[in-house]
């Protein structure tokens, strides 16, 4: 790891001797760096949050005040987060620029309700914090000096520490972050920044980060929290960790978020039940389009759903287009079975109902004599 004060003395002393630039200062061959060994990259939260930027984003008052809270008091106290995380401990530097005094005593009151009063002394909090291009990266320089081991660092909004500007481009959001990017990068820790997403949806979750891809662009991570009808999610991608889904549910009465597996299992289990559910409380068998309105589903997700759950055997179908609960299932007779005879046929095969039909009235009589063994 690069020393943080070797690293700004350096840059101090070029300035002070007034050196030119060489490019080649900072070159190497490929022979060269197939020699070189490197540590390996260290995390906040081992396998979501490496060292390096990270943008945090989602909708306003969703709750990533909450989790990046919980994540600083885990790693400053040796907790366990997101439901079972175990970061490394070390020194938070936590920059709450929407919140005040009050707020955080609330906040960190639900999340460390088991500490028996003995908040971490490792965590260091402010509600105030200098503009990015007005001294605020040199302050976080300076605070990573002073800690023993810092850890992470995050500001909570990008809004409360970004530059000021009366144009917007690509260009303008990279270097917004640049500085942070190169101290995170440099000295080896992480820096949070939270950050709010459009209302607009995309099929990238990185579109919906507000702004220009220059954000997304200088990050090395980005992490979304979005909410839709199948529940919420934490998306993330990044140059050091794997792309990855996760689902999240939240604990209002701790007021913290736990990752309870990959999103597209974790999600079609839950559609899957509501389907159960939906099914269990009708009636009559329901179709898709039934099904959908019920459960406030899409119905092209249930009828994807449908057909896996009839080669699992966890719904049954009726007739054509309309499924029920197994335990649902009337016991057959002669009625219901011509009646599913003539529901239930398509194709080529539709010519041959009505002889089917009759088929069934004709055997209708023998199924009430013992010897014949009955249909049921």
Known sequence: MIDIDDVFAGKADLRREGKQHDWRAGTFTAAALQQMRFPEAKYAVPGLIPEGLTILAGRPKLGKSWMAFEIAAAISANRICLGSYEPEQGDVLYAAMEDNPRRLQRRLDKILPALNGAWPD????????????????????????????????????????????????????????????????????????????????????????????????????????????QGTTLYIRGRDVEEAEHALTFDKASCRWAIVGA??????????????????????????????????????????????????????KEARGRYLHPRKRKPQTPANLANSLTLDREGPETKDIN??????????????????????
């Open 122 to 229: 490792r965590l260091t909090l402010t509600t105030s914090w200098r503009r990015l291009d007005k001294g605020g990266v040199d302050d976080i320089a300076e605070w990573a000096r002073n800690a023993g081991n810092p850890r992470l660092v995050i500001l909570d909004t990008l809004a409360g520490v970004k530059p000021i500007r009366t144009q917007q481009g690509y260009e303008l959001d990279y270097a917004a972050l640049e500085g942070l990017h190169r101290l995170a990068n440099d000295i080896g820790m992480a820096i949070v920044v939270l950050h709010h997403t459009r209302k607009m949806e995309a099929e990238d979750p990185l579109d919906t980060v507000s702004g220009t891809l220059g954000l997304a662009g200088c990050a090395d991570t980005i992490m979304v929290i979005a909410r839709n009808s």
């Open 263 to 316: 999103a597209a299992e974790v999600h079609r289990s839950e559609q899957r039940g509501a389907i159960l559910a939906a099914l269990e409380s009708s009636d009559e068998p329901m179709g898709p389009q039934d099904i959908a309105a019920a459960t406030r589903q899409p119905v092209t997700n249930i009828k994807f759903l449908l057909h896996k759950m009839m080669e699992a055997g966890e719904v049954e």
């Open 355 to 376: 002889t089917k039909v009759s088929e069934v009235a004709r055997l209708a009589p023998l199924a009430e004599q013992p010897e014949f063994g009955g249909l049921s």
